[in-house]
Every structure is written in structure tokens, then in C-alpha cells.
């Protein structure tokens, strides 16, 4: 059995699970995830533990096993404390600038470039060279925070772009004369 998998997923006060068929929901403060139950893996809900077993004794039912569970946590924390993915911008005259659903981004172009966050994603900039997405599905922030930063990746020899928090880029060496 799994590593990750044999270990069960204690749900906190204020976190409903419903299982139902093959679709698993999830219910927090923070909002409401669902995920569909793979087959080869069972469920069971002991008083506020979780507890994830392979249905069959394979190698596919193993592995997922512990992929289920680990979503699933992933899906339990989201909805208690909720993910965020925090984004720095570096370059003279780079700068963001959050509107509501919409982050307006000024980073070189001849336009500004302006990003629809999907329901469920909140932004923010503190400083205008910052930027922080939240929100309860881990998923669709790193997704988001992805699309963010490929709106202008940071480039090897001056580090300018759009740059996760912790991201550390390798500045390459320009050509000798």
C-alpha cells in the first residue's frame, strides 16, 4: 500500500464530506470542491477520518490510492485555510494593478495586458511590483498563477519578468568581446 495513502485525512470542525457514487464533496468555510472518486480506490468516513484503501491489489490501484487521498486533503485544506501563489514583478516600469476580477498587467508591452480571474480566484496587489492569488482549489491557483507568469517569463540575463515570490532564476553570463 501506499506510503501516502495509508495515512488517513482528519477532517476539522466546520468540514462536511459527502461521497456519494463516485463523486466526492467537500464542504468548508471557504467554499465547496468536488472530485470524482476513481474506481479503483474505496473511501471510508470513521467519525471525522478519512481513510483511503485500493479496491484491488494492482500496482494502478496502489498508486492512486495515495493520489486520492493526497487530492483530497488538498481539496480539505482549501476549503479551511485556503492556497495562494504570490507573483513579483521585475523590470523598470513593470507594474499590476488589480480591478475587481481582472488584473490590468504593464509590463513592456505596446498595450497593457489585462487577465479575467475565473470564479472561485480572488487578486490582489499590495505594492504595485506584487501580486498575490488566492483561492480554495490548489489547482486552478497554480494555473492561474502559471498563465500570470507566462504573460512575461523572467529571461535569463537581466532576471525581467513576472517571477514567482520564491523563485530563484539563474542569470547567464553575456558573451565576452
Known sequence: MSRVGKMPVTLPQGVDVAIKDDQ??????????????????????????????????SREANAMSGTMRQLVNNMVTGVTKGFEKKLSLIGVGYKAQAQGAKLNLTVGYSHPVIMD?????????????????????????????????????????????IRYADEKITIKETKKK
Open 24 to 57: 466526492i464533496n467537500v464542504k468548508g468555510a471557504l467554499g465547496a470542491l468536488a472530485l470524482t472518486q476513481n474506481a479503483l480506490v474505496t473511501i471510508k468516513n470513521d467519525a471525522g477520518k478519512l481513510t483511503f484503501a485500493p479496491a484491488n491489489d
Open 117 to 161: 480571474m475565473p470564479a472561485g480566484i480572488t487578486v490582489a496587489t499590495p505594492t504595485p511590483t506584487e501580486v498575490v492569488i488566492k483561492g480554495s482549489d490548489r489547482q486552478r491557483v497554480g494555473q492561474i498563477a502559471a498563465e500570470v507568469r507566462a504573460v512575461r517569463p523572467p529571461e535569463p540575463y537581466k532576471g525581467k519578468g
